[in-house]
């Protein structure tokens, strides 16, 4: 492994805070570094990463024009500075520069733009498509990130099984459940009523109407004042107990987190789920369905509901609520599957696998 040079699409490091790429890119990076040179490639327009990785990395902030943004950044920017530098490339977020001919390793985490069209405008939908079907085309290596998306992979776009790897997602040291702790004091300062239950906003496919009724049924059932936190949304109708808290630093969300009765989490589809991981990690029960990654990711310890209906749901969280021994014999099954999840150390030696196969050839 010494010797191999690598760059990486570290573009979604510069989010704040930072999504699911983000953390995977912030766990695997340090242990990457150990192993290649690794150049975190990143757009110049935006601001520094905020993850302390300097002492793994250097940043190489990349220009394009101010109209460009996301496909055309790696045209214009980062195809160019592979061609002179001469590396394998780690396209990280779901694709590669199409005008760029060298070793690439590409990490799908998802077929959200194939699969679940209503998630996208029409013109994003089809430049996604048609850049993910071009990349997968160019890739020497593919990861994924749970055997589940592999499958979906290896059967969309019709490829050897043996070309796709699976490199997890695994847990910031963040997510605990000591953070409860400081919950309540949280929860006032939000604005949140207690007990209170959390959910997410975002794309469609992850269900926030049906978890806010969801709610609002176990709300009139349970005849309490629970509250209902929604991570990611800040523009929801004034509703008593309901609160849109947005975009949360990292610390908070896990605080939050981890004082919430339940994660209500009715998603469609998950490449893996993270939200649902961490949430376990914070001795949080989850509530969802058996649909795409959630059982290989949450195995024996999530709250299944039978459908993702808002009955369904509002069932499961009631039950959550009145059964004490129910919900502490979930919470424990929840930390004792998140203690055996994949490490980030055990995902980066499967992307450094993938770099030397790449680089080999």
Not at 7 to 36: F, N, S
Not at 59 to 78: F, N
Not at 210 to 227: F, Q, S, T, V
Not at 253 to 263: C, K, R
Request: glycine letters at 10%.
């Amino acid at each position: 492994m010494t010797g191999i040079s690598v760059a990486l699409d570290g573009r979604l490091l510069q989010r704040h805070p930072l999504g699911g790429v983000g953390r995977y890119l912030a766990g695997t990076i340090p242990h990457l570094a150990e192993q290649v040179e690794l150049h975190v490639l990143l757009d110049a327009r935006a601001p520094l990463p905020r993850p302390r990785l300097d002492a793994y990395v250097e940043w190489v902030p990349l220009s394009a024009p101010r109209a460009v943004h996301g496909l055309g950044w790696l045209e214009l920017a980062v195809a160019p500075w592979l061609r002179r530098v001469g590396c394998v490339f780690h396209g990280a977020f779901n694709m590669l520069p199409l005008t760029f001919g060298g070793p690439g390793v590409l990490t799908l985490h998802d077929l959200a733009p194939q699969l679940h069209a209503d998630d996208f405008t029409p013109l994003k939908r089809a430049a996604w498509r048609l850049y993910m079907r071009g990349s997968v085309a160019r890739a020497t290596v593919i990861t994924t990130v749970s055997d589940f998306a592999r499958r979906q992979i290896v059967d969309y776009y019709q490829l050897d099984p043996g070309q796709v790897q699976v490199a997890p997602d695994a847990l910031d040291p963040l997510f605990a459940p000591e953070r409860a702790d400081h919950a309540a004091a949280l929860a006032r300062a939000l604005g949140v009523p207690t007990p209170y239950v959390v959910a997410i906003g975002g794309a469609p496919r992850r269900g926030l109407g049906i978890a806010i009724d969801a709610w609002r049924r176990a709300r009139r059932e349970l005849g309490i004042e629970l509250g209902l936190a929604v991570l990611g949304e800040s523009l929801l109708a004034p509703e008593p107990g309901l609160v849109p808290v947005g975009s949360l630093e990292d610390e908070d969300w896990a605080t939050l987190l981890a004082g919430a009765q339940a994660l209500c989490y009715p998603t469609r589809y998950e490449g893996f789920g993270l939200p649902a991981l961490e949430a376990l990690a914070s001795g949080t029960p989850v509530v969802c369905g058996a649909v795409a990654s959630l059982p290989e990711v949450l195995g024996d310890a999530a709250c299944w509901s039978r459908d993702l209906s808002a009955d369904a749901l509002s069932g499961v969280v009631i039950r959550l609520l009145r059964d004490a021994d129910w919900h502490r014999e979930r919470r424990e099954a929840g930390l004792a599957r998140a203690r055996a999840a994949t490490s980030w150390r055990e995902s980066a030696d499967v992307l450094l696998d993938a770099y030397d196969r790449a680089g080999s050839r």
